[in-house]
């Protein structure tokens, strides 16, 4: 299984910050990365696909990349309705594997 | 636009089998890839495994003796079935559609299923 190694697990910051979360491979994955919002109580919602192909609807602000194995969500100008956790996750063979989660908070 | 909507028991017996049904609205079930995934405090999101609308399955091998994913195109409904169950089991339980890069870009809302006796 390729395992995904997400971090920070939490990050505090302010409306208006500029925010990045990683998310590392155990192995060379290309471009399968795909990034995930979720907010308490929902399903989540696919935000980023081929680790730097933003979903139709989300935001400008979020945008991802990719170095070898190693794959970075960032936001510009952080909004309220930013607040919540963000997953990564491996498409490039099955079993499909999830980071363990980032929780943005507000400070 | 399409939506998934989950159904089944949400208290399960240790031992016993938990059944869900995703039924597709808004949409048809063929041309797609479908994927069972659950979400609990300790172990996350885990991908359960997925089926095509042909009835071609993968799934994830830590689960795989026990799992079984159906579809059924006539009704848009696709089913997870997994067996002997333990308190382990106890999740979120979503279903979720396939995208491009197999991205999942719609998903249920998710049912929770608890395994107790």
């Known amino acids: 299984d390729i395992q995904m190694t997400q971090s920070p697990s939490s990050l505090s910051a302010f409306v208006g910050d500029r925010v990045t979360i990683t998310c590392r491979a155990s192995q060379s994955m290309s471009s399968y990365l795909n990034w995930y919002q979720q907010k308490p109580g929902k399903a989540p919602n696919l935000l980023i696909y081929g680790a730097s192909s933003l979903i139709s609807g989300v935001p400008s602000r979020f945008s991802g990349s990719a170095s070898g194995t190693d794959f970075t969500l960032t936001i510009t100008s952080l909004q309220p309705e930013d607040f919540a956790t963000y997953y990564c996750q491996q498409s490039y063979s099955p079993p499909y594997t999830f980071g363990q989660g980032t929780k943005l908070e507000s400070k | 636009q399409v939506q998934l909507q989950e159904s089944g028991p949400g208290l399960v017996k240790p031992s016993e089998t938990l059944s869900l049904t995703c039924t597709v609205s808004?949409?048809?079930?063929?041309?797609?890839?479908w994927s069972w995934i659950r979400q609990s405090p300790g172990k996350g999101l885990e991908w359960i495994g997925y089926i095509y609308y042909n009835g071609n399955t993968n799934y994830n091998p830590s689960l795989q003796s026990r799992v079984a994913i159906s579809v059924d195109t006539s009704k848009n409904q696709f089913s997870l079935k997994l067996s002997s169950v333990t308190s382990a089991d106890t999740a979120v339980y979503f279903c979720a559609r396939h995208y491009y890069d197999d991205a999942f870009d719609v998903w249920g809302q998710g049912t929770v299923v608890s395994v107790s006796s």
């Open positions: 808004g949409g048809s079930i063929s041309g797609f890839y």
